[in-house]
């Protein structure tokens, strides 16, 4: 029997937009996301994606149909609000169902789908059946790092004003290949600050960390949103969100990386960025406490 805990809704978040090059819910076993609220409740909203899970004549929670529990790689179950593993809610029941089954830990959405949908409102719908394409082709948001306040992503998701305007964010620092150092407003009153760094191991990011480190903490002090990208949301974006974790939340490297890798599976730092974050961890910890020859990195 697989282990049941609680996940936090932004993990949940998380989960549904990772994207390779297309969003990966279309995967057939990668995520198994079931709601154990009531029909009626499910068919007026639900999270994205969601299949609702019926019960027996001897209110019993059957196991999804058409869906291999087994193979799937993330399996989360969620219910109208529970918030801990000693409810005696739908959602703890229908995970001692799933766990049967499953070779994966079965997570719990703490909080349900009230919590969920509070959060993230613009993820919630009434659609049930998506076909392959549909599910390829869904909005990918950024992944949110540290919840509430700091987001990370790609250049098309930092010009995209309905995603801007959905997480609140109050200011965009893009890591990009400009000439020119550029700070400027946009339409929707975001803020932009441009680093021109390109993703190459020979570039020097370390010199903007302590800039940027400085600048993310009086956004987020103040609890306004922060959006890092750069081109493809992978290298440059990820280093300097490492930097920030160091920084803020005095993480050693590893416990940096870790923790980005948990949020975005596919972050990659190039070879000469992981070095200046090792010189960084020496700045900020006073030591190097991670051996970044480790095969992990």
Not at 161 to 187: A, C, F, G, H, M
Not at 243 to 259: G, I, N, P, R, V
Not at 276 to 285: A, H, I, P
Request: glycine share 4%; with cysteine.
């Amino acid at each position: 029997m697989a282990d049941i805990m609680m996940c936090e809704p932004f993990e949940l978040y998380n989960l549904l937009n990772q994207c390779s090059r297309v969003s990966r819910l279309a995967e057939i076993n990668y995520l198994c996301l079931t709601d154990a609220r009531e029909t009626q409740d499910y068919r007026m909203s639900h999270i994205i994606t969601a299949k609702n899970v019926k019960m027996d004549s001897e209110s019993t929670f059957l196991l999804p149909v058409a869906v291999e529990v087994d193979s799937m790689q993330h399996v989360v179950v969620y219910d109208s609000k529970t918030s801990c593993l000693q409810e005696k809610g739908r959602a703890v029941e229908c995970a001692k169902a799933l766990a049967e089954v499953s070779l994966c830990p079965v997570h719990i959405v703490r909080g349900g789908f009230q919590r969920f949908s509070a959060l993230y409102p613009f993820l919630r719908t009434e659609k049930i059946i998506y076909t392959v394409t549909e599910l390829e082709n869904l909005k990918m948001y950024p992944v949110e790092i540290m919840a509430g306040l700091l987001y990370m992503g790609n250049e098309k998701q930092g010009s995209d004003s309905s995603i801007l305007k959905d997480l609140k964010i109050s200011t965009i620092i893009s890591i990009t290949q400009s000439d020119v150092l550029e700070s400027r407003p946009t339409k929707e009153n975001q803020t932009v600050l441009n680093i021109p760094v390109a993703d190459s191991v020979a570039s020097d990011l370390y010199s903007s960390f302590e800039m940027i480190c400085t600048l993310i903490d009086s956004h987020i002090n103040m609890g306004s949103r922060v959006l890092i990208v750069s081109r493809q949301g992978r290298s440059r974006c990820s280093a300097v969100t490492i930097a920030f974790l160091m920084h803020h939340l005095k993480y050693t490297l590893k416990e940096a990386w870790t923790y980005t890798l948990k949020c975005k599976p596919d972050m990659r730092p190039n070879t000469g960025f992981l070095q200046q974050l090792s010189d960084w961890e020496l700045n900020t910890m006073g030591t190097k406490m991670t051996d970044i020859s480790e095969p992990h990195f």
